[in-house]
């Protein structure tokens, strides 16, 4: 089956053709960092007006890229949540007016379902496995057990792991999106230089926490100046950087530990952080884990993980209504 996989729900308008859940046929995306970047951070209104731009020519050169045409699809895959909920609104709406006037069935998927299946489009792995989901828009901690069986672990308490590279970017002058910028920086720079605090939790949480080391940089900044922080800055990044890899590395080798996992999955854009995928492959090499490491370009937001859930869906018979609704704090 050929199943059309569409992702705009946040400020990535995504397109792609999976065939028989596995290969990819195209997927291409198109990224709006130039629209926000003057911001340092997504501005919904500005998110809804480009995907209203982009959704027909991306949809159009996935099918074209593809080789294929309308017809030859089994379904549409669409993310309906969660996300903004203006952005949301142009990729459904679009799909299912697709959808009714070609009498081709549609089903709507959950954003964070397909990043933790996302892995499966290059490599089979084994059930159960911890997925680490880190992102600008989400920090969560999942028990994979099956497809459509989740077990949340923990979550961010405040600020997602991507938007603390950001927020500490646009600190430092370095533009949006900032986690691109900070992992480059970091490999010239000393991550013991500078000894930032890693939130804590209570024992036998899964949570994390960022606000903090957020707080701690800006504390930083401002008690030394730009003059003086300047020449550091490479240090700091790597500083910064270390603190966060600990704070997601630490519970998803407790994870493993304690329901007794052997698998790790890591996916959303944080999870192509270099530092990131050395220290968990050494913590996880330590005690006997396997981590997995899905192509950036699958990492990120895309529409090859949308259809890939959207497909698993459609092979059992499920098919949503037209009155299916955006759902912008959907739940997994
Ligand atoms: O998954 P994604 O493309 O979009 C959503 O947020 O849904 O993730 C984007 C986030 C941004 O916050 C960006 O700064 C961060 O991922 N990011 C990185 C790196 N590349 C992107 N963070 C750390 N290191 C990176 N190399
Ligand atoms: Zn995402």
Redesign the pocket.
């Known amino acids: 089956m050929l199943v059309l996989g569409v992702e705009t729900s946040?400020d990535?308008t995504a397109a792609a053709v999976l065939l028989d859940g596995r290969t990819i046929l195209s997927n291409l995306v198109s990224s709006q960092d130039e629209v926000h970047g003057p911001y340092g951070g997504v501005v919904p209104e500005l998110a809804s007006r480009q995907h209203m731009r982009q959704i027909l020519p991306i949809v159009d050169q996935a099918i074209e890229r593809a080789g294929i045409g309308l017809k030859d699809l089994g379904g549409f895959a669409v993310t309906y949540g969660p996300g903004l909920t203006g952005s949301l609104l142009v990729g459904l709406s679009f799909v299912k007016g697709v959808s009714f006037r070609c009498g081709i069935p549609y089903i709507g998927v959950n954003h964070l379902e397909a990043h933790l299946l996302a892995v499966f489009l290059e490599r089979d792995v084994p059930f159960p496995y911890i997925a680490m989901l880190a992102?600008?828009?989400h920090t969560l901690l999942y028990l994979v057990r099956d497809f459509s069986d989740y077990i949340h672990l923990g979550g961010t308490r405040d600020d997602a792991a991507?938007?603390a590279?950001?927020k500490v970017a646009k600190m430092m002058g370095l533009g949006y999106?900032?986690?691109?910028v900070?992992?480059q920086m970091a490999s010239n720079g000393d991550p013991r230089a500078i000894s930032f605090p890693r939130s804590r939790m209570k024992s036998g949480s899964y949570d994390f926490s960022f606000s903090g080391l957020k707080t701690a940089v800006w504390h930083y900044l401002r008690d030394r100046g730009q003059r003086q922080w300047e020449d550091q800055k490479n240090d700091i990044a790597a500083s910064f950087q270390e603190a966060v890899v600990d704070m997601l590395v630490a519970p998803t080798m407790r994870a493993t530990k304690e329901l007794r996992v052997r698998r790790v999955v890591l996916t959303?854009?944080?999870s192509?952080?270099?530092r990131l995928r050395i220290k968990m492959e050494e913590k996880a090499k330590e005690v006997g884990v396997k981590v997995y490491f899905p192509s950036p370009a699958l990492?990120?937001?895309n529409g090859a993980m949308i259809a890939l859930a959207g497909h698993h869906w459609l092979e059992r018979g499920r098919r949503d209504a037209l009155d299916l609704n955006a759902d912008a704090d959907l739940t997994l």
């Open positions: 946040c990535d992102s600008g828009g991507g938007e590279f950001d999106p900032g986690g691109r900070i992992d959303g854009g944080v192509v952080n270099s990492c990120t937001d």
